[in-house]
């Protein structure tokens, strides 16, 4: 049993995997504790939080540990880690935590999940979706978008949102892009994929929907907001912000 270092919450760990022996030992996931711990700080004033990959919560945690009051929508593909999240905000009383076992995509309907534990075998926060499935298909998992859910649930607008879904950001944008015109999503952690050409680069496509709604763009965690450019090429992850509300 972890308690981890943001609000002090308890979190069952298999110390087979890789994240979970991080957050037993550290109580945090370390490789990106300054991404944390500014996520942290942004959170403070924080009304609705969307976790997109939320894998076993910790971005959860450490925003509740922040703004208890806040309500956070944690979005999880794998049926067996999302079960693990919920049972872990059950056993921490986090009735603000509501757990989805869905990815966030383009459209709403099923997709294939494709479980990539990485080389070791043991890193269950690799797993992404692919494609379309078949009713029969035993990979399948619901997918939604996040313009629908919003409308759905009555929330006028996102103050923070993180995605990390392993090369499918893109995907993620393009279905909250009226979120994102609207400038109802103020800001955004997301993981930048830097991979194939140009045209199919999910970084690339991803800075230019955002930027093209115009967003600002920052490394993390200096904040300083400025237009895309060469100097996002180094970065695995990248702040967006917009000073629009909708």
């Keep these: 049993?972890?308690?981890?270092?943001?609000?002090?919450?308890k979190l069952p760990c298999d110390l087979q995997e890789d994240l979970q022996r991080q957050f037993y030992f550290f109580g945090t996931y370390?490789?990106?504790?300054?991404?944390?711990?500014?996520?942290?700080?942004?959170?403070?004033?924080a009304k609705f939080i969307f976790d997109v990959g939320a894998n076993l919560?910790?971005?959860?945690?450490?925003?509740?540990?922040?703004?208890?009051?806040?309500?956070?929508?944690?979005f999880?593909?794998?049926?067996?880690?999302?079960?693990?999240?919920?049972?872990?905000?059950?056993?921490?009383?986090?009735?603000?935590?509501?757990?989805?076992?869905?990815?966030?995509?383009?459209?709403?309907?099923?997709?294939?999940?494709?479980?990539?534990?990485?080389?070791?075998?043991?890193?269950g926060g690799m797993?992404?979706?692919w494609?379309?499935?078949?009713?029969?298909?035993?990979?399948?998992?619901?997918?939604?978008?996040?313009?629908?859910?919003?409308?759905?649930c009555g929330i006028p607008y996102v103050d923070l949102l993180k995605v990390d879904v392993q090369g499918h950001e893109y995907e993620v944008f393009k279905g909250a892009e009226g979120l994102i015109k609207a400038g109802r999503i103020g800001l955004i952690f997301f993981e930048l994929s830097w991979a194939g050409d140009p045209g199919s680069c999910p970084a690339r496509r991803s800075i230019s929907l955002l930027e093209q709604h115009g967003y600002r763009f920052s490394a993390i965690p200096a904040l300083e907001w400025r237009r895309s450019?060469?100097?996002?090429?180094?970065?695995?992850?990248a702040l967006a912000r917009t000073d629009l509300r909708g």
């Design 127 to 129: 797993n992404f979706i």
């Design 30 to 45: 370390f490789l990106e504790e300054d991404m944390l711990c500014c996520w942290q700080r942004a959170a403070r004033n």
């Design 1 to 9: 049993m972890a308690k981890l270092e943001f609000g002090g919450f």
């Design 229 to 237: 450019g060469e100097w996002m090429h180094g970065l695995t992850d």
């Design 76 to 123: 999880e593909p794998t049926p067996e880690i999302a079960a693990q999240l919920e049972a872990a905000a059950a056993m921490n009383g986090l009735g603000r935590l509501h757990v989805h076992q869905a990815a966030v995509s383009n459209s709403n309907g099923y997709a294939k999940l494709n479980r990539c534990l990485g080389e070791s075998g043991t890193n």
């Design 131 to 152: 494609g379309d499935a078949g009713e029969d298909d035993p990979s399948r998992v619901p997918t939604v978008r996040l313009d629908d859910f919003c409308e759905e």
């Design 57 to 74: 919560g910790i971005y959860g945690f450490a925003a509740l540990a922040a703004a208890p009051g806040a309500t956070v929508h944690a």
